[in-house]
C-alpha cells in the first residue's frame, strides 16, 4: 500500500534531529496516518539515524502504536480496575460479537477497530468506552448497539 | 493582552496584587468543572451554552469573565458539577438545559435552582453549600488546592492565589542546601507509590560533582482505576511547573521533563500552554525572575506502557528508547537520564512543593501521622456511593474515607474490600478498615499506599477475577527482559484461570504461593517484585473464596462465568420481553405475560438479559 509520505518533513521538523526524538516521531506518525506506514518508518529511521531495527522494536514495544492501518472508527474499551470491577468484560463480549473481531483487531470493510486500553483515569464514570474521541460514560452491556450505531 | 517578563521577585508582587484586582472585579464567579469525569459526562457542552446565555442575557456585574472553566473538583460522581463562589452553591448533574434557569435565576435573582442541588442519598438532607457536604467536609486538600478553584490553564488566576511567590521565596531568601533542609524537614514521601523522602533524594543528587543534573516529573501514572496526577496536570499545571523549578533550584539543574502518558492528551496540551506561558513570564526558562537561575522544561509523551512508570524504564523512554528496566543495584539519583544525575519525582509530589517552601517544612510535618506526613491525594472510584477525586491527611482511616466521604456502599450492599497500590498493591477486608493509611501501615497489612488509587468492592466483586485481572495486566506490561516476571506471571495467571474456570485442586493454591515467592525474589524490577501481591493479598484474606471455586466449584460473588448460570425468578418475572430482545443468542423463550424461561445449553453467559430487567427478575447462581 502506498501513503502520502509527503508530511514527513513537517512532522520531522517538529523535533531536534537527534535519536532521542524518535517516540514523539513515531507518535505524531501514528496520528497522522492512524497507524505506523513501513515506508514512513524506514524514512524516520534515516533521518534520525537510528536502525531500522530500533525503530521496530520501539514501535512494537508502545501499546500507543500500530503496524497495521485502523479503522475510520476506533472503539476502545477502558478495562481500568474500576471498568473491571463494574463489567467492562461484559461489554467487550457484546461488542466483540456485534463486530465479529476480537479485541485488538479491524473489521474487513475497515470502519471499526476494537482496542482495549488499560485506563483512562475517568473511574468515577465507570465502565467507559470511547468511541474515536466520545466518551460514553456507565455504558449498560444493552447499549453497545447505540455505541456502534454513534448514538 | 501584552505580556511583560516579570524581572524581579518585587514585580512578582506587584503583579500579584494587579491579578487580584482583576478578580475583585467580578465578587461573583461561576466555576465549571472540566475535569475528566465532567467532561466525558458533557462539560464542554455546559460551558459553552454559558457563554452563549450569558452574552444573551446581559446580566450585571457578571460577564463571560466571571466564568472559570476549572479542573476537576471531585465530586465526579455528580457531575458535570457548577459552582457559584464565593456562596459555595453546588449544582450537581447540570444539563445543557439547565443553564438558562441558573443564569436567570441564580446569577440574575440571587436564588438557588433547589432541583440541582446535591442531596445525601441516605439522610436525604438537601446542601446549599459544597463545603458542608459529608465528601467534603472531611477532606484537607494540599496538592489539589487549587482544582476547581481556578481557571485551569491561566497563570494570572494561579499567581492570584500566591502562586510562584515560593519559587521567588527559595531563589531570594533560601540557598539550595536551606530549600533541601525545609523539604527534608516536611517529611514528605514520594507521592508516585515508593513512599521515598523527597528531600534525602534531592540531596543525593545535589551532593553529586557530575554535570548536568536533570529533573523529571513522572505523569505517567500507570496504575489503573487512578487518576489523581492526570487532575492535577490538567486542573493545576502551573503548581508542578512551580514544584520542578524549585527542585531544579536546590539541585542545580537546568533542564527538565515531564513525562506524560500518551493517553491524556489534555494534560500534554495544558502543559504546554503553561510551559508557553511561564516562559512568557519569565517564570521559567533563561533568567528566572531577573535572577541568574535558568531552567527548561520538555514534554516527553509516553507511548501507554505500564512498565515506564519504573524509574530507570521512564528515563529510557525519555531517551527515546524501549523502555526497559535496568538491575537496582544502579541508582537513578546518580545514574538516570543520559547517565547523569536525575531526580524523578512523581507530579502530586511536586505540587506539594511551592506549599511546603511556602509554609514552611515544620508545618507540613505537623500534619499526618509521624513518619507519613502531610496529606494524600486518591482516587476513591468503585463500588462506592460517592466516587471521586479526594485529599485527606495521612493517618486518617480506611473506614472514614470508605464510609464517610464515600458514604459506603453503592445499594447499600455489604462491603468486602477496598484495594489499594493498583496492579502491584493488594485487597484489605472489612477488619482492616480501621487501619490508618499511611505507607508504613498499609504495606504491613499486604497491600501498599501506592499512587493513589481506591477501588471498593461489594459483595458482588470476586476476589479470584480481580486477582486474576491484575495478574492478565501484568503479564501483558511485563517488558519480558526478565524470567521470572516474564514466565512466572504468566503461569500465576493461567492458574488464576484455571481456578475461576474450577478446574484446580488445593495442590495448585501452593503452588501459586511458591511460586510468587520465586517471582519476588528473582525479577529485576518493581513489576516483577510486586508482581504477585494481587494473589498473595487476597488469598491471605479471601482464602475462603479461592476454596469455594475450587471445592465446591461455585464462584460465590456469581462473576466467574464458567461457575454461574442465569436463571429467571418466575415469582419476580412479569413476562415484558426486555431479556428476550436483549439476548444475542436467542436463549431466552416466553410469550408477553408469561414466565421467561432461559435455556442453559445455549445461555452464553453475557449477561445483557440481567442488565435490562428492571424487575430483578434475572438471578445468578
Same mark, same amino acid.
Given at each position: 500500500?502506498?501513503?502520502?509520505?509527503?508530511?514527513?518533513?513537517?512532522?520531522?521538523?517538529?523535533?531536534?534531529?537527534?535519536?532521542?526524538?524518535?517516540?514523539?516521531?513515531?507518535?505524531?506518525?501514528?496520528?497522522?496516518?492512524?497507524?505506523?506506514?513501513?515506508?514512513?518508518?524506514?524514512?524516520?529511521?534515516?533521518?534520525?539515524?537510528?536502525?531500522?531495527?530500533?525503530?521496530?522494536?520501539?514501535?512494537?514495544?508502545?501499546?500507543?502504536?500500530?503496524?497495521?492501518?485502523?479503522?475510520?472508527?476506533?472503539?476502545?474499551?477502558?478495562?481500568?480496575?474500576?471498568?473491571?470491577?463494574?463489567?467492562?468484560?461484559?461489554?467487550?463480549?457484546?461488542?466483540?460479537?456485534?463486530?465479529?473481531?476480537?479485541?485488538?483487531?479491524?473489521?474487513?470493510?475497515?470502519?471499526?477497530?476494537?482496542?482495549?486500553?488499560?485506563?483512562?483515569?475517568?473511574?468515577?464514570?465507570?465502565?467507559?468506552?470511547?468511541?474515536?474521541?466520545?466518551?460514553?460514560?456507565?455504558?449498560?452491556?444493552?447499549?453497545?448497539?447505540?455505541?456502534?450505531?454513534?448514538? | 493582552?501584552?505580556?511583560?517578563?516579570?524581572?524581579?521577585?518585587?514585580?512578582?508582587?506587584?503583579?500579584?496584587?494587579?491579578?487580584?484586582?482583576?478578580?475583585?472585579?467580578?465578587?461573583?464567579?461561576?466555576?465549571?468543572?472540566?475535569?475528566?469525569?465532567?467532561?466525558?459526562?458533557?462539560?464542554?457542552?455546559?460551558?459553552?451554552?454559558?457563554?452563549?446565555?450569558?452574552?444573551?442575557?446581559?446580566?450585571?456585574?457578571?460577564?463571560?469573565?466571571?466564568?472559570?472553566?476549572?479542573?476537576?473538583?471531585?465530586?465526579?460522581?455528580?457531575?458535570?458539577?457548577?459552582?457559584?463562589?464565593?456562596?459555595?452553591?453546588?449544582?450537581?448533574?447540570?444539563?445543557?438545559?439547565?443553564?438558562?434557569?441558573?443564569?436567570?435565576?441564580?446569577?440574575?435573582?440571587?436564588?438557588?435552582?433547589?432541583?440541582?442541588?446535591?442531596?445525601?442519598?441516605?439522610?436525604?438532607?438537601?446542601?446549599?453549600?459544597?463545603?458542608?457536604?459529608?465528601?467534603?467536609?472531611?477532606?484537607?486538600?494540599?496538592?489539589?488546592?487549587?482544582?476547581?478553584?481556578?481557571?485551569?490553564?491561566?497563570?494570572?488566576?494561579?499567581?492570584?492565589?500566591?502562586?510562584?511567590?515560593?519559587?521567588?521565596?527559595?531563589?531570594?531568601?533560601?540557598?539550595?542546601?536551606?530549600?533541601?533542609?525545609?523539604?527534608?524537614?516536611?517529611?514528605?514521601?514520594?507521592?508516585?507509590?515508593?513512599?521515598?523522602?523527597?528531600?534525602?533524594?534531592?540531596?543525593?543528587?545535589?551532593?553529586?560533582?557530575?554535570?548536568?543534573?536533570?529533573?523529571?516529573?513522572?505523569?505517567?501514572?500507570?496504575?489503573?482505576?487512578?487518576?489523581?496526577?492526570?487532575?492535577?496536570?490538567?486542573?493545576?499545571?502551573?503548581?508542578?511547573?512551580?514544584?520542578?523549578?524549585?527542585?531544579?533550584?536546590?539541585?542545580?539543574?537546568?533542564?527538565?521533563?515531564?513525562?506524560?502518558?500518551?493517553?491524556?492528551?489534555?494534560?500534554?496540551?495544558?502543559?504546554?500552554?503553561?510551559?508557553?506561558?511561564?516562559?512568557?513570564?519569565?517564570?521559567?526558562?533563561?533568567?528566572?525572575?531577573?535572577?541568574?537561575?535558568?531552567?527548561?522544561?520538555?514534554?516527553?509523551?509516553?507511548?501507554?506502557?505500564?512498565?515506564?512508570?519504573?524509574?530507570?524504564?521512564?528515563?529510557?523512554?525519555?531517551?527515546?528508547?524501549?523502555?526497559?528496566?535496568?538491575?537496582?543495584?544502579?541508582?537513578?539519583?546518580?545514574?538516570?537520564?543520559?547517565?547523569?544525575?536525575?531526580?524523578?519525582?512523581?507530579?502530586?509530589?511536586?505540587?506539594?512543593?511551592?506549599?511546603?517552601?511556602?509554609?514552611?517544612?515544620?508545618?507540613?510535618?505537623?500534619?499526618?501521622?509521624?513518619?507519613?506526613?502531610?496529606?494524600?491525594?486518591?482516587?476513591?472510584?468503585?463500588?462506592?456511593?460517592?466516587?471521586?477525586?479526594?485529599?485527606?491527611?495521612?493517618?486518617?482511616?480506611?473506614?472514614?474515607?470508605?464510609?464517610?466521604?464515600?458514604?459506603?456502599?453503592?445499594?447499600?450492599?455489604?462491603?468486602?474490600?477496598?484495594?489499594?497500590?493498583?496492579?502491584?498493591?493488594?485487597?484489605?477486608?472489612?477488619?482492616?478498615?480501621?487501619?490508618?493509611?499511611?505507607?508504613?501501615?498499609?504495606?504491613?497489612?499486604?497491600?501498599?499506599?501506592?499512587?493513589?488509587?481506591?477501588?471498593?468492592?461489594?459483595?458482588?466483586?470476586?476476589?479470584?477475577?480481580?486477582?486474576?485481572?491484575?495478574?492478565?495486566?501484568?503479564?501483558?506490561?511485563?517488558?519480558?527482559?526478565?524470567?521470572?516476571?516474564?514466565?512466572?506471571?504468566?503461569?500465576?495467571?493461567?492458574?488464576?484461570?484455571?481456578?475461576?474456570?474450577?478446574?484446580?485442586?488445593?495442590?495448585?493454591?501452593?503452588?501459586?504461593?511458591?511460586?510468587?515467592?520465586?517471582?519476588?525474589?528473582?525479577?529485576?524490577?518493581?513489576?516483577?517484585?510486586?508482581?504477585?501481591?494481587?494473589?498473595?493479598?487476597?488469598?491471605?484474606?479471601?482464602?475462603?473464596?479461592?476454596?469455594?471455586?475450587?471445592?465446591?466449584?461455585?464462584?460465590?460473588?456469581?462473576?466467574?462465568?464458567?461457575?454461574?448460570?442465569?436463571?429467571? %425468578?418466575?415469582?419476580? &418475572?412479569?413476562? /415484558?420481553? #426486555? +431479556?428476550?430482545?436483549? *439476548?444475542?443468542?436467542? !436463549? $431466552?423463550?416466553?410469550?408477553?405475560?408469561?414466565?421467561?424461561?432461559? %435455556?442453559?445449553?445455549? &445461555?452464553?453467559? /453475557?449477561? #445483557? +438479559?440481567?442488565?435490562? *430487567?428492571?424487575?430483578? !427478575? $434475572?438471578?445468578?447462581?
Amino acid at each position: 500500500m502506498n501513503h502520502d509520505l509527503s508530511k514527513l518533513p513537517d512532522i520531522f521538523a517538529r523535533y531536534p534531529r537527534e535519536p532521542q526524538s524518535l517516540i514523539a516521531v513515531l507518535q505524531d506518525i501514528q496520528k497522522e496516518f492512524n497507524f505506523l506506514p513501513c515506508e514512513a518508518l524506514k524514512e524516520a529511521a534515516q533521518h534520525l539515524d537510528v536502525p531500522l531495527s530500533k525503530v521496530f522494536s520501539v514501535s512494537t514495544f508502545y501499546n500507543a502504536f500500530s503496524l497495521n492501518p485502523k479503522g475510520e472508527k476506533v472503539i476502545r474499551i477502558c478495562m481500568g480496575t474500576t471498568c473491571h470491577i463494574r463489567g467492562a468484560a461484559l461489554i467487550q463480549d457484546q461488542l466483540e460479537s456485534k463486530l465479529g473481531i476480537n479485541a485488538g483487531q479491524t473489521t474487513s470493510d475497515m470502519k471499526y477497530t476494537l482496542e482495549v486500553v488499560n485506563c483512562v483515569g475517568a473511574c468515577s464514570m465507570a465502565p467507559v468506552v470511547i468511541v474515536n474521541d466520545k466518551y460514553y460514560a456507565d455504558v449498560k452491556v444493552n447499549q453497545t448497539k447505540k455505541i456502534l450505531r454513534g448514538g | 493582552m501584552a505580556i511583560t517578563r516579570i524581572a524581579s521577585p518585587k514585580a512578582l508582587d506587584k503583579l500579584r496584587t494587579e491579578c487580584q484586582k482583576e478578580q475583585q472585579k467580578h465578587p461573583r464567579k461561576l466555576m465549571v468543572c472540566c475535569g475528566p469525569g465532567c467532561l466525558a459526562n458533557g462539560a464542554a457542552e455546559i460551558v459553552s451554552e454559558f457563554k452563549a446565555q450569558l452574552k444573551k442575557k446581559r446580566i450585571k456585574g457578571f460577564d463571560v469573565e466571571a466564568m472559570k472553566e476549572t479542573g476537576c473538583h471531585g465530586f465526579c460522581e455528580q457531575g458535570p458539577l457548577v459552582v457559584v463562589e464565593p456562596q459555595g452553591t453546588f449544582y450537581t448533574r447540570v444539563k445543557k438545559k439547565d443553564v438558562e434557569r441558573i443564569v436567570e435565576e441564580t446569577l440574575r435573582n440571587n436564588k438557588i435552582v433547589d432541583n440541582l442541588l446535591y442531596t445525601h442519598p441516605i439522610e436525604k438532607k438537601t446542601y446549599r453549600d459544597y463545603r458542608e457536604i459529608p465528601f467534603y467536609k472531611h477532606q484537607k486538600r494540599i496538592a489539589l488546592r487549587n482544582l476547581g478553584h481556578i481557571n485551569q490553564c491561566d497563570v494570572r488566576d494561579y499567581i492570584a492565589t500566591g502562586g510562584y511567590q515560593a519559587l521567588a521565596k527559595a531563589l531570594t531568601t533560601l540557598s539550595p542546601t536551606e530549600v533541601i533542609e525545609q523539604v527534608k524537614t516536611s517529611g514528605l514521601r514520594g507521592r508516585g507509590g515508593g513512599g521515598f523522602s523527597t528531600g534525602r533524594k534531592w540531596e543525593s543528587c545535589a551532593r553529586l560533582a557530575e554535570r548536568p543534573h536533570y529533573v523529571i516529573c513522572n505523569g505517567d501514572e500507570g496504575d489503573p482505576g487512578a487518576f489523581m496526577d492526570r487532575a492535577i496536570m490538567e486542573g493545576d499545571p502551573h503548581s508542578v511547573l512551580e514544584g520542578m523549578a524549585i527542585c531544579a533550584y536546590a539541585v542545580d539543574s537546568s533542564e527538565g521533563y515531564i513525562y506524560v502518558r500518551e493517553e491524556y492528551p489534555l494534560a500534554v496540551q495544558f502543559l504546554q500552554e503553561a510551559i508557553r506561558e511561564a516562559e512568557a513570564y519569565g517564570l521559567l526558562g533563561d533568567n528566572i525572575l531577573g535572577t541568574d537561575f535558568s531552567f527548561h522544561i520538555k514534554i516527553s509523551r509516553g507511548g501507554g506502557a505500564f512498565v515506564c512508570g519504573e524509574s530507570s524504564a521512564l528515563m529510557r523512554s525519555v531517551a527515546g528508547e524501549v523502555g526497559e528496566p535496568r538491575a537496582k543495584y544502579i541508582r537513578s539519583v546518580q545514574k538516570g537520564l543520559f547517565d547523569k544525575p536525575t531526580v524523578l519525582n512523581n507530579v502530586e509530589s511536586f505540587a506539594n512543593i511551592p506549599v511546603i517552601i511556602e509554609r514552611g517544612g515544620k508545618w507540613y510535618a505537623r500534619i499526618g501521622t509521624e513518619k507519613s506526613t502531610g496529606t494524600k491525594a486518591f482516587s476513591l472510584v468503585g463500588k462506592v456511593v460517592n466516587s471521586g477525586l479526594i485529599e485527606v491527611p495521612m493517618g486518617t482511616t480506611l473506614r472514614q474515607i470508605v464510609f464517610d466521604i464515600g458514604g459506603g456502599i453503592r445499594d447499600n450492599r455489604p462491603f468486602k474490600a477496598v484495594q489499594t497500590g493498583g496492579p502491584s498493591g493488594g485487597c484489605l477486608p472489612e477488619s482492616k478498615l480501621d487501619l490508618s493509611v499511611d505507607f508504613d501501615t498499609l504495606t504491613k497489612a499486604g497491600s501498599m499506599m501506592g499512587s493513589g488509587g481506591m477501588i471498593v468492592m461489594d459483595e458482588g466483586t470476586c476476589v479470584v477475577d480481580v486477582a486474576k485481572y491484575f495478574l492478565k495486566f501484568l503479564v501483558e506490561e511485563s517488558c519480558g527482559k526478565c524470567t521470572p516476571c516474564r514466565e512466572g506471571l504468566y503461569q500465576l495467571y493461567l492458574l488464576a484461570v484455571k481456578i475461576s474456570e474450577g478446574l484446580a485442586t488445593e495442590s495448585d493454591l501452593g503452588k501459586m504461593e511458591q511460586l510468587s515467592a520465586v517471582i519476588i525474589d528473582a525479577s529485576l524490577c518493581g513489576l516483577g517484585k510486586s508482581g504477585p501481591n494481587p494473589f498473595l493479598s487476597t488469598i491471605q484474606y479471601f482464602r475462603d473464596e479461592y476454596l469455594a471455586h475450587i471445592r465446591d466449584k461455585r464462584c460465590p460473588a456469581g462473576v466467574c462465568k464458567a461457575l454461574i448460570t442465569y436463571e429467571v %425468578d418466575a415469582q419476580a &418475572c412479569d413476562g /415484558c420481553m #426486555a +431479556c428476550i430482545r436483549a *439476548c444475542a443468542v436467542n !436463549a $431466552i423463550t416466553g410469550k408477553k405475560g408469561e414466565v421467561h424461561v432461559i %435455556d442453559q445449553a445455549k &445461555c452464553n453467559k /453475557c449477561g #445483557a +438479559c440481567f442488565a435490562v *430487567c428492571n424487575r430483578h !427478575a $434475572i438471578k445468578v447462581a
